[in-house]
Each structure stands twice: as C-alpha cells, then as structure tokens.
C-alpha cells in the first residue's frame, strides 16, 4: 500500500505563461523515458527480482510517481488559462480538439503512452540495465529540456529532477554490483 | 579544469547547408566515476540537500542552459 502526502516532493513555481513549454514536458509525462513509464516498469519488475533489491525498486518507482505529479503540476499551470487560440499558437490546437485543458498521457509529438514503452524481462541483471538506461534517458531529457526552455523557476525543479535520475541511476548500478555479489570483496580476476 | 563534459568535434565539411556547430558536448555526470558509494561521503546540510535534489554533494552535477550559464548558474 502507499501513504499519500498532499504536497509536491519539491516545488513547482512557473514564472511565465508559455503553453508550448507545456507541449515539450508532456514528453517527460507520458513519453518513453517519463515518469509515467519509469514508475510502472520499477513496481512491476520488482515480482520477480532478487530480494535484496526489491525495495529499491518499490523506493524508485514509488519516487517517480511524486515526479510524475510535479510534471503535471507544470503542465497544468503553464496550460490552464490558455485560450484555444493561444493553445493553437504554441502547438496543442490538437490537444485541445481531443483534450480540452485536460492531461494526458503521451509524448510532445502528441502519441499516446504504451506498456511496449517498458520491458520485464525476468532476468533481473538484463532489467536493471534497462533501468539504469531509462534513468540516463530520463536525465538528458531534463537536459534537454533546461535548453528549450527559458523560465528560471521552472527550470530549478527541472534541474531537481534531473539531479533525482543522476541518483537513481547510480543506485540501480549499485544494485547491478550487489547481485554481483562481488562488490565488498577484494577480488583480482 | 577537469570538468563533467565532454566535447567532440563532429566532421565539417564546406557542403553543410546550416552553420556548422564545431564542438559538441556531452555530459558525463559523477556517478559515471564512483562505483560502488563508497562510506563517509561529504553531505550537504539537509536544507542545501532538498534543493539540490541529493544529499551527496559528490552526485550533485547542476544541469544550466546557454542563458543560465551567462548569468553564472545557480548552486545550492
Ligand atoms: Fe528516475
């Protein structure tokens, strides 16, 4: 079960009205490398992965979804006083003719998110080179979204974000090292 | 300086429609070169830690654009 806490891991503050920065961080929502995908893929593949490890999974994806809700929170704030015609002019006049203002889970080309986004392999070392993967990813995303974008408030939780996958990246490495189980051994192969 | 990104200089050739970009970088952040954390890392302080987005200041590897490089970026 999971304890909800009714406030964002770090705050989301948005200094301007610019709804296409909303068209590009929905990649970070409902994207491959989103949060949307990174949580689901952590909590399911963590059935059937040494126990040792379980709970870092079920840390991580639970992790991603408090991410997931700060890109929301974006999203929502840089779109909800939009006018259609403002909407049409940053790129979501297609968004708006199926979504109105509402969220929804796709990438900033507009295709919907879809479970062949994530993989369980069973092997537990080939899915926590995929984690470690989708966290990379999931990193030069944010970077690539600091450089699109040009507002200072967002951009410093972007930036947090983007520091949160550098962990977490690091953390499945670790975790590749204690399925090793060679990690606190001195060993000269 | 030693520093987390890395550059390269992509093959420029007199044809290229657009302006070339001579040199491309590319991050590598720390965690790439530690390994295993190793006991008794230096922390930042628990305010400086929610900022910047990790409690060990030798994973923390700010991310700044263009514009935010040339007003000096921010740290914690
Ligand atoms: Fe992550």
Known sequence: MWIYEKKLQYPVRVSTCNPTLAKYLIEQYGGADGELAAALRYLNQRYTIPDKVIGLLTDIGTEEFAHLEMIATMVYKLTKDATPEQLKAAGLGEHYANHDGALFYQNAAGSPWTATYIQAKGDPIADLYEDIAAEEKARATYQWLIDLSDDPDLNDSLRFLREREIIHAQRFREAVEILKEEWDTKKVF | ?76
């Open chain 2, 1 to 76: 300086m030693y520093t987390h990104l890395k550059f390269y200089h992509p093959f420029v050739s007199s044809f290229d429609p657009c302006k070339p970009i001579l040199e491309k970088k590319y991050s590598t952040p720390p965690h790439l070169y530690i390994g295993f954390q190793p006991p008794n890392l230096p922390q930042f302080s628990p305010f400086e830690a929610l900022k910047a987005g990790t409690l060990w200041k030798d994973f923390y590897d700010p991310w700044f654009n263009t514009y935010e490089k040339q007003m000096g970026g921010v740290l914690p």
